[in-house]
């Protein structure tokens, strides 16, 4: 949708766009060249990047991400929305090219709406999710970029779809899309666990982009928490990464002098091989008696 835009390229007696591409004749490109080369030779490529995640568990889908929005070295926005609604129960995070972001959310709306209108009821996680990679399928190779985590309750529970504009499609219980999710991704492998208190998954969250945005050049800006629950979605909170940082710091600072009190206070217990590694060390030398005496001198005269 929104190469064509670029292209300026309508198809002819149709309404609406063809699921067939037109020939290389039927682009706004030079004459004689292909519309995919052209694009991939001469398009820009600027560098941009982003922090997104999502995870399942027992209340629900947790989507936390962060706002700015970077075009190569240049800061677009810094207070940017990159979890979108699509409906009451259902969240989308947007990772990759955000004008194909926002158009392709548009559609997936569109469809859903008529879907509701056509069935009686919206379709569930699963099927929406099936239904935007398929939709996006048809323009592979063309620089799409749309990187999406799905996160909605239906009538099986808290499900969670990662999308990619090439027609990848993967169910799973975390997810963290961008150029900050390695680092997105140390934090929540070492504190996840589906059992967690609500409480607790706002705080992974957080700690998770906050690191993130830390590391990683491209993001920054603030912290958006998402919680969809059974009832429906609900925004959270907005918080500063910088500041969240710093607080995150100052927690595990104390954290660790309280331990080294505690060592201190208690110390470790000898183990059974230190204590006769000990003994190998440390020998008392026994007294010499005279009939030891006796004997030492019966050897060296023998």
């Given at each position: 949708?929104?190469?064509?835009?670029?292209?300026?390229?309508?198809?002819p007696?149709?309404?609406?766009?063809s699921?067939?591409?037109?020939?290389?004749?039927?682009?706004?490109?030079?004459?004689?060249?292909?519309?995919?080369?052209?694009?991939q030779?001469?398009?820009?490529?600027?560098?941009?990047?982003?922090t997104?995640?999502?995870?399942?568990?027992?209340?629900?889908?947790?989507?936390?991400?962060?706002?700015?929005?970077?075009?190569?070295?240049?800061?677009?926005?810094?207070?940017?929305?990159?979890?979108?609604p699509?409906?009451?129960?259902?969240?989308?995070?947007?990772?990759?090219?955000?004008?194909?972001?926002?158009?392709?959310?548009?559609?997936?709306?569109?469809e859903?709406?008529?879907?509701?209108?056509?069935?009686?009821?919206?379709?569930?996680?699963?099927?929406?999710?099936?239904?935007?990679?398929?939709?996006?399928?048809?323009?592979?190779?063309?620089?799409?970029?749309?990187a999406?985590?799905?996160?909605g309750?239906d009538?099986?529970?808290?499900a969670?779809?990662?999308?990619?504009?090439?027609?990848?499609?993967l169910?799973?219980?975390?997810?963290?899309v961008?150029?900050?999710?390695?680092?997105?991704?140390?934090?929540?492998?070492r504190?996840?666990?589906?059992d967690?208190?609500?409480?607790?998954?706002?705080?992974?969250?957080?700690?998770?982009?906050?690191?993130?945005?830390?590391?990683?050049?491209y993001?920054?800006?603030?912290?958006?928490?998402?919680?969809?629950?059974e009832?429906?979605?609900?925004?959270?909170?907005?918080?500063?990464?910088?500041?969240?940082?710093?607080?995150?710091?100052?927690?595990?600072?104390?954290?660790?002098?309280?331990?080294?009190?505690?060592?201190?206070?208690h110390?470790?217990?000898?183990?059974?091989?230190?204590?006769?590694?000990?003994?190998?060390?440390?020998?008392?030398?026994?007294?010499?008696?005279?009939?030891?005496?006796?004997?030492?001198?019966?050897?060296?005269?023998?």
């Amino acid at each position: 949708m929104a190469l064509q835009d670029v292209c300026k390229w309508q198809t002819p007696d149709t309404p609406r766009p063809s699921v067939h591409l037109p020939q290389a004749s039927g682009w706004a490109v030079p004459r004689g060249c292909d519309p995919q080369t052209f694009l991939q030779t001469h398009g820009p490529r600027l560098a941009h990047g982003t922090t997104t995640l999502a995870f399942r568990f027992r209340h629900g889908v947790i989507a936390a991400a962060d706002t700015r929005s970077s075009c190569g070295s240049y800061v677009a926005c810094p207070a940017s929305r990159k979890v979108i609604p699509v409906h009451q129960h259902l969240l989308g995070t947007t990772s990759g090219t955000s004008a194909d972001c926002v158009t392709w959310y548009r559609v997936l709306r569109r469809e859903l709406r008529l879907r509701e209108l056509r069935e009686g009821q919206l379709p569930s996680v699963a099927g929406t999710a099936k239904l935007f990679a398929a939709m996006m399928f048809r323009y592979r190779g063309l620089d799409l970029c749309v990187a999406t985590a799905l996160c909605g309750w239906d009538h099986s529970g808290p499900a969670l779809f990662y999308v990619y504009s090439d027609g990848t499609c993967l169910q799973g219980d975390i997810f963290s899309v961008g150029s900050g999710s390695p680092y997105a991704y140390g934090v929540l492998d070492r504190s996840y666990h589906y059992d967690m208190t609500i409480q607790e998954a706002y705080a992974l969250a957080r700690c998770a982009v906050a690191h993130a945005t830390h590391r990683d050049a491209y993001s920054g800006g603030s912290v958006d928490l998402f919680h969809v629950r059974e009832s429906g979605w609900e925004y959270v909170s907005r918080s500063d990464a910088c500041v969240l940082y710093r607080e995150l710091q100052k927690v595990r600072g104390l954290e660790q002098e309280l331990e080294a009190k505690a060592s201190r206070v208690h110390p470790e217990p000898a183990t059974p091989q230190d204590a006769q590694g000990s003994k190998e060390l440390f020998v008392e030398q026994e007294e010499v008696t005279p009939e030891d005496c006796a004997v030492m001198l019966k050897t060296e005269t023998m």
